[in-house]
C-alpha cells in the first residue's frame, strides 16, 4: 500500500512538472480531489471527463536536489552525512528550463553528473562550501546563472562549454582549486571575480589555479572580459600568475582587490591583444616577456614601492602604452628592452612618455640598452632625487626623443643617448662622468647645462657633433646656449683634446647652431687647443672663469667681442685666429692688450687706457682713441652708454631710445652718451657714436 502512494505521489509530481516545463503554451488534465482516489489496496479513477486548461511554461521549473529525490538524480553517502550527487536520471533531463537548488547536506557534485544537462538556467547551493569535480557541469549550454561564491573547489573542465554564462564570483575566501580549462568555452564572459588565498595563491599548488582556465586556441572565441582578483591571502604570500593559467586573449582589464604582492610570470599575458588596462598597484614582480606584444594595453603605472623585477622584454611591443610610470627602489632589477618599442608599429605612430620615481637611497644603475632604439619614446623624466646612472646606450638612437629630464644623474656611460637627433634641452649639472660619444650627434640642442667638478671625467667624444643642425625639421632656426656650473676648487677644469693633461677629453667643436656661452661659480676654466673652433654662430661666451686659452681655440668663430677680465690671462697664438670682426676688451697693460696688439685685433681699455682699432680685421691697423676721465659719477667711458665696458652697436640703439624719450638714462650713462662734446644730449650724440662705430671719425669726442 505504501508503495502504491508514492508511485502514485510520483507520477502527480512529475506529471506536473513535465507539463510546467513545456517551452511553449501546452493543454493539461485538471484533475481535482474528486477525480483520483487513493484506498487501501486500489488506485480508482473517476469517469468524469477531464477538463482541459491553458498553462503558460515560461517560469522556470524550481527542482530540489536531495536525497529523497531520487528519481531525478542518484546519489553516493559519503558517510560523514554528506553526499556527493553523481548524475542525472533521463527524467531530470527531460525537463526544460530548471532553476536548481542542491540542499545543505548536498555539498559535492560528482565528475560529470550535469555534464550536458542542457536544460539547466540557474543553479544554487544551500551548503556554503561546495566542491565540483571534473566536468561537473561540462556542456550545460543554457546555464546563466551559478552560486559560484559558495564554490571553495573546483576541478577541470568544470563548466567547460557554459556559454551562456556572462557573470563568475568565485569570492569565497576558502576558495582552493579551479580546474585547468573550468571555463574553456564560455564565450558570453563578461565579469569574472576570482579570490586569492593561501591555498592558491602559486601558480606551483596542486590545488591552486589551473593552466588556461579560460581555454586555449579556438576557445579564445567571444566576448572580451573583466578580470577581478581579491586578494585574501597571507601578506607574507605572494600571488603569482604564471604562463598558461589566464592567458585567454579576450581578458580586456585586470583588476586587484585588497592587500597583498602580486608577480606575473614568464610569458604570463604575453600577446593578448585585448588586454587594455591592468592594475599593476599590487605587482611586484613582472617577468621576461610578460606583457610582451599587448598591443591595446593603455598604460603601465609600475609604481608599488616594493617592485623588485621587471624582466626581459616584459612589455617590448606594447605599442598602445602613452604613460609609462616606474618606481625605482634599491632592490629592483630590470632587464634588457624590459620597454623597448624599437620601430613603429603599423597603425600605431603615437609617441609616449616614460617617468621614474627615484625612491632609491643608493646610486641606481639603469641597465644597459634600457630603451635603446625606441623610435616612439617621446618625453623622458625622473622625479625625485635619488641618484641615478646611465649605462651605456640607455636611450641610444631614440629619434624621437625630444623632451629629457634626467635627474639627480652622477653619469653617463658610453652612447647612452647618442643619435637622439630631437633633444632640445638636457640640465646635466649633477653629472660628473661622461663616457665616449654619451650624446653625440644631439644635433638639435638649444640648450646644454653641465656641471663642473674637482672628479669630473669626461671622455673623448662624449659631446662630438652636438648642436650642429642650423633649424628643425620645420625650418625654424636653432640658436643654442651652453652653460658651465664651475664648481671645481682644487684645481682649474681643463678642456682638452686626446692626449693632452686635461679633465675633459673632449672638443666642442663645429657646433653650428652655438651662440652663446655662459659660466657660473668661481671654479677656473682652461681652454686647450681647439675647444671651440668653427662654432660659426658663437657671438658672446663669458670668460670670467677662463685662465687659459690655447692654440685655436676660437678659430673661425663668430665672435665679435671678447671681454676679458684677467690681467694675466694666457692666450697662445691664433686662439683667435679668423675671428676678422673680433674686437677684445680688456685692461691696460694686460695680456690681453699684448695679444690684441701682437695679432692687430681691436682693443677696448675697460680702465679708460687708449683704444685700437684695426681696420683690416688681424691685419694692418689704424688707431682711435676715446677719452676717458673722472666726473662726478664716477670714471667716464665715452660712448659707453650700456655701461657694459665696451663700445657696440646696443650702445647707439640705447642712446637713440634716450633722445627719444622711451627710456631714461642715468647720470654714468649720461655722462658716457656725450660724443659731441656741446653740453646737450641730441641728435648729434647718437649721429657721432654711429660715425665711431663706423670708423668714419676714429676718436670720441667730437668738439664743436
Known sequence: MKKLKRTAAGLLLAGVMCVQALPMTAWAVDLTASDVVVTDGDTTVSDTAPVLVEATTNVPIEVQCDTSQTDYFTFEDNGDGNYTVTGTTEAFRELENVSLTLAEDVKFIGEAAFANCTNLKSVDFENEEMVLYKDAFHGCSRLKTVAFEKIVDMLDYAFMGCEKLTTVNLTNTKLGCVGSEAFSGCSSLEDVTISITDKNCEAAQLNGIGQHIFGEGDSFAGTAFVLTFQLNMNKSNMMTISSGFYDSNRIREVRFEGDGEVGIGNMAFRNNTMLRNFDFSHVVVVADDAFEGCTQLSEIQLKNKNLRYIGD??????????????????????????????????????????????????????????????????????????????????????????????????????????????????????????????????????????????????????????????????????????????????????????????SANIEFTSMYNLTTVKTYGDGELRLNGGQFSSCRQLESFDFSNVTFIGKYAFVNTGLREAKITRTDIMIENKAFGSCDNLTLYGYTGSTVEAYATANNIPFVALDGGTTTTSTTGQGSSTTTTTVTTQGSSGTILLGDVTLDGRVDISDAVLLNKSIAGSVVLNEQAKDNAECYADGNLDGNDATTLLRFLVHTITSLPVTE
Not at 608599429?345 to 639603469?366: C, F, H, Q, R, W
Not at 636653432?478 to 682649474?492: G, K
Open 313 to 502: 622584454a616584459a612589455f617590448l611591443g606594447c605599442t598602445s602604452a602613452n604613460d609609462i610610470q616606474i618606481a625605482l627602489n634599491d632592490k629592483l632589477e630590470i632587464g634588457e628592452y624590459a620597454f623597448g618599442r624599437r620601430q613603429k608599429s603599423e597603425g600605431n605612430v603615437k609617441p609616449y612618455s616614460m617617468t621614474i620615481y627615484t625612491n632609491n637611497e643608493d646610486a641606481y644603475v639603469l641597465p644597459d640598452d634600457f630603451e635603446r632604439e625606441d623610435r616612439l619614446l617621446n618625453t623622458f623624466e625622473v622625479v625625485g632625487n635619488g641618484e641615478l646612472y646611465y649605462s651605456d646606450g640607455n636611450f641610444s638612437y631614440c629619434e624621437n626623443l625630444t623632451k629629457v629630464n634626467v635627474g639627480n644623474a652622477l653619469g653617463f656611460g658610453r652612447e647612452a643617448f647618442v643619435n637622439c637627433y630631437k633633444l632640445k634641452s638636457l640640465d646635466l649639472t649633477s653629472a660628473h662622468l661622461f663616457d665616449n660619444e654619451a650624446f653625440k650627434n644631439c644635433a638639435e640642442l638649444e640648450s646644454l647645462k653641465l656641471g663642473v667638478y674637482d672628479d669630473s671625467q669626461w671622455y673623448e667624444g662624449a659631446f662630438d657633433d652636438i648642436m650642429t643642425a642650423t633649424s628643425d625639421e620645420d625650418g625654424n632656426k636653432i640658436s643654442s646656449t651652453l652653460e658651465l656650473y664651475m664648481n671645481n676648487t682644487e684645481r682649474p677644469f681643463e678642456l682638452g683634446k686626446k692626449g693632452v693633461n686635461c
